[in-house]
């Protein structure tokens, strides 16, 4: 009996120290797991944080393009109104001028056609 509560006391004691065993590397894995939890967390952020400031800088890029074409878009109607606006004038002074030779030649045209005499 003794032999055998003797085999019982060694069988709970290494039992004991084979649970121990095993908590100190569940232990150690958990720790290790956490601190991989940590560090990917940390560049999820990171990515996170890079991706909203790289999403303003585009958004900035493009309001910035636009006020560009915008401008360009502006200054290209100006001209084109001055141009208009050119073209019209020189177009008034050439009717200006067309009227002015006919009657000149009008009034050349009836010096021709009437005699001298009258």
């Known amino acids: 009996m003794i032999v055998a509560l003797t085999c019982q006391i060694q069988s709970e004691y290494k039992l004991h120290l084979l649970e121990q065993e095993w908590t100190e590397k569940l232990k150690k894995v958990k720790e290790e797991t956490e601190i991989a939890k940590g560090g990917a967390e940390a560049r999820f952020?990171?990515?996170?944080?890079?991706?909203?400031?790289?999403?303003?800088?585009?958004?900035?890029?493009?309001?910035?393009?636009?006020?560009?074409?915008?401008?360009?878009?502006?200054?290209?109607?100006?001209?084109?109104?001055?141009?208009?606006?050119?073209?019209?004038?020189?177009?008034?002074?050439?009717?200006?001028?067309?009227?002015?030779?006919?009657?000149?030649?009008?009034?050349?045209m009836e010096v021709r056609w009437w005699p001298s005499y009258v």
């Open 45 to 108: 952020e990171a990515l996170r944080r890079r991706k909203e400031q790289q999403e303003l800088e585009m958004q900035e890029q493009m309001q910035e393009m636009e006020r560009t074409h915008m401008k360009a878009a502006e200054e290209l109607e100006s001209l084109y109104e001055r141009k208009l606006a050119i073209e019209s004038n020189r177009f008034k002074v050439l009717l200006s001028e067309k009227e002015d030779m006919e009657c000149s030649y009008e009034e050349q």
